[in-house]
């Protein structure tokens, strides 16, 4: 078949399985519930992301109250024996410019005054697709029959354009050294209410927000790789750039928290206003001032996830830091702990009060998972019992968690209490975890075997409970069968796939050439201009972003240029520093191992 067919006949199989899927009810997943209520939640796929779409909640009762996040209320009827709940994507989603799956996952909170009721939802788009403007010109296809040739990948290669990847994201006055000619200084003057200096950080994603959630769980996740596989960073001689690559985000998160007023800053930024906006993070104010505005977390707030996963961030940071740079490591300890202690002395989520923007795009769903890894970190560095205290009354028991992810760390919490402690039901929770992910688990497995989650970011759950897998086989179990799961999951992203290609930005020959990242879409800086047309237009990026794991494939392992952000490589990395570490100690097969091949097999057009 020639490209066009392949193309054509992918759309059709695509156009099949979209109307299978929306035209039928789905039942409404329920994250938790109390006496009389629930939180639910459902999945919009992301292929209605971009357009309009509806959904129709039916429920077996009467409901009292409902409450709608990331959607717009339509109608309702809820008082009649039965309920019909009709919501509208929001306008965020039509901005064009769809996001990690936070802007896809919809919650619906009901409250009854009898018991709780049965829901299902039915998605439908607004009107039928026609083509996906936003990303014309964009898909990569191939054609064969032949599966790819099981072969050994660079991991301590893939490791060093991932440290790439995160310089380029840098916010604020570069340094020096800066290794990404197409970047330099921007924000520098992101400021809080009275002036305080808060330039620094990294740019989320292909946007230019800072968002705290996330770049504190992704510093976290990668200080935390850091930490148990150091030599990893050693033998692939990027010991050095690693930490230099660390320290960003930790000197900014110093900036962001001040403990004498007790106020913490955990995004800047708007999210509208900086999605409309397409360019270069140096020439964000260039033609007007753009609003960036910095949102805050008081002692009147609670901010128990963003406070505790940034408290987690520093308390590791003061880890890995302690041998490198004392005086470094005890000041980012000693913020780690006025920060938890914040984070700890009002407990909620912060977008009931205090960052309600954040809630369009990285609403926590829980607190006490980062509460309790924080508590960890600093039981670590401190050998301090109340923290482990802390830690054990902060874990959630027998949750399996749906990921694990810059919003739920229940999974990493359970990992480093068994370290701890060695209880078998830590480990328990564990493997039920990496189980749910791994062949004849809960998951959708592609055919050529990636743990597929999500439409959005599925190669960053895949990269993640890899990373957990790793983390196991450390704690020594799991052997070699999450080993030989995790090594599969990396290795179907760096090449071992239906394309043939890394689906990391630089490594090897063939890799994505148009991800949805503002900087690397713009020509030579400074003068050329840039725009939405150098997105909206086909052909690929003028500049190279190395190192950056893009969202990912479908579920039939094709690929169409999508999204990257912080968030996507931290799991990854960690989980190729985790790799390198037991290639270190000889304890990896390599491609000729048979137990490589077998699911390559399965691969072929
Ligand atoms: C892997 O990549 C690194 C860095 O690019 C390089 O120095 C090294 O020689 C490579 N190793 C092998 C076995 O090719
Ligand atoms: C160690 O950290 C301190 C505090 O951040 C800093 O002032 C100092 O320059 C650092 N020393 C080195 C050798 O980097």
Known sequence: MSTTHVAVFWWILAAVLFSIIHASPQPLHIRTQWNNGIDGYFIVSPSLLGRGWTATITCNKEIDQIEIWSAML????????KSTIVVRNDDIFSDGDSHPPEEVEIVVRMATDNNIPQCTTETNPISAPATTPAMNGRTTLLTTTEPPTPKDFNYSEALSL????????????LPADNPIPWRSDSAVDDHGDYGEDLSGGWYNAGDHVKFNLPMASSAHLLSWGLEIWKDAYQSAGQLDMMYDMLKWPLDYFLKCWNPQTQEYYA???????????????????????????????TRNDQCSDVAGETAAALASGAIVFKDRNATYSNELLTAAKSLYAFAKSNQGTYGTTAIMDANNYYRSNSYKDELCTAAMELYKVTNDASYLQDAISFYVPNSKSWAFSWDDKNVQCALMLYRAQGSRHYAAQVDDFIRSYMPGGELTQTPCGLAWRLGVGPLRYAANAALVALMAVDEGFGGDAYKIWALKQINYMLGDNKQRMSYQIGYGTKYPQKPYHRASSCPDPPTSPCGWDNINNPGPSPQILWGALVGGPDVNDVYVDNHVGCDFNAGF?????????????????????????QQIKNCVT
């Open 74 to 81: 339509i109608s309702s009827n809820i008082g009649s024996g």
């Open 267 to 297: 995004q800047v930024g708007k999210g509208k206003e900086d999605h409309r906006y397409w360019g270069r993070p140096e020439d964000m104010s260039k033609f007007r001032p753009m609003w960036r505005p910095a949102y805050k977390c």
């Open 162 to 173: 991932s440290i790439l990847f995160y310089d380029a994201q840098r916010s604020g006055v």
């Open 573 to 597: 990395q960690s989980a190729l520093a985790g790799l390198i570490h037991l290639q270190n100690q000889g304890r990896l097969p390599s491609s000729s191992d048979p137990l490589q091949s």
